[in-house]
């Protein structure tokens, strides 16, 4: 099993950004796919972007594609999230997650462990 903690939200203008960090213990993060999901007020949880085992391959959102980047470092268990041209609209709980899956995976019923979540909010 492994834990997964997240860090590094806070309160950022519009187009500003931030680095999300999510360390993980328990078990070896090269173990996993990961990702990132998100969950505004009164809103579900939804994809963000994910990374495979070896960081080789990535896959974005939408919303996401061209400002955020995703990337790990097995050596240090950890993976992050490069949030560049925040916009109001990415205000969210942020949520880290693991897979035990061999492919990039987009569906959140896919991810057996989560972070507690780091909230972003990003003013006009």
């Known amino acids: 099993q492994v834990q997964l903690v997240e860090s590094g939200g806070g309160l950022v203008q519009a187009g500003g950004s931030l680095r999300l960090s999510c360390a993980a213990s328990?078990?070896?993060?090269?173990?996993?796919?990961m990702g990132w999901f998100r969950q505004a007020p009164g809103k579900e949880r939804v994809f963000v972007a994910t990374?495979?085992?070896?960081?080789?391959?990535?896959y974005y959102s939408d919303s996401a594609k061209g400002r955020f980047t995703i990337s790990r470092d097995n050596a240090k268990n950890t993976v992050y999230l490069h949030m560049n041209s925040l916009e109001p609209e990415d205000t969210a709980v942020y949520y880290c997650?693991?897979?035990?899956?061999?492919?990039?995976?987009?569906?959140?019923?896919?991810?057996?462990?989560w972070g507690q979540g780091t909230q972003v909010t990003v003013s006009s």
């Open positions: 328990g078990r070896t993060l090269n173990n996993y796919v």
């Open positions: 990374i495979s085992r070896s960081g080789e391959s990535t």
């Open positions: 997650a693991a897979s035990r899956v061999y492919m990039i995976v987009s569906v959140k019923d896919d991810y057996e462990y």
